[in-house]
């Protein structure tokens, strides 16, 4: 399919800490660091597979590699914005059909936790995002 737009991101509602990619030949790697509220849901990943013209193609995979320890992660299918930090693109003011992960602490507890989602970002490639998490009161 000619101009096959796929992208993922971890796309971060609080403060973000660090972020490192490290790429190889189809495969790339991110690791970011977050803080969260212990107990609340907090947006941590979308992913979306549309085509130029803006329209849904299909549900992008978002497979957990690494589940939480502390909390859960949530994969649900929900309408969005398909924004990439520092990008711009026409069809980030149009709401469509993607994947979103949320991640939420065990109520009452703090410390650290990591996650690591694996997600397609273009044809025939894959990211892995690996997210350690800081979760305060």
């Known amino acids: 399919m000619k101009n096959l737009f796929i992208s993922v991101a971890l796309s971060l509602t609080t403060a973000l800490l660090s972020s490192c990619t490290t790429t190889s030949e189809g495969f790339r790697q991110q690791s970011l660091s ?3 509220r212990s107990g ?3 947006l ?9 013209d803006c329209r849904q193609i299909d549900y992008p995979a978002m497979d957990v590699v690494e589940k939480p320890k502390h909390g859960r992660l949530e994969i649900v299918h929900e309408p969005l914005f398909p924004k990439l930090d520092g990008k711009t693109s026409k069809c980030e003011s149009v709401k469509i059909n993607g994947v979103v992960g949320y991640y939420t602490a065990d ?3 703090t410390g650290s936790d990591r996650l690591v989602i ?7 490639k894959t990211e892995e995002g690996v997210l350690s998490v800081k979760v305060v009161n």
């Open 40 to 42: 609340v849901r907090t």
């Open 44 to 52: 941590v990943a979308k992913n979306w597979h549309i085509g130029d």
């Open 34 to 36: 977050v803080t969260v």
């Open 118 to 124: 694996r997600s397609p970002y273009e044809e025939g």
């Open 107 to 109: 109520k009452g507890y």
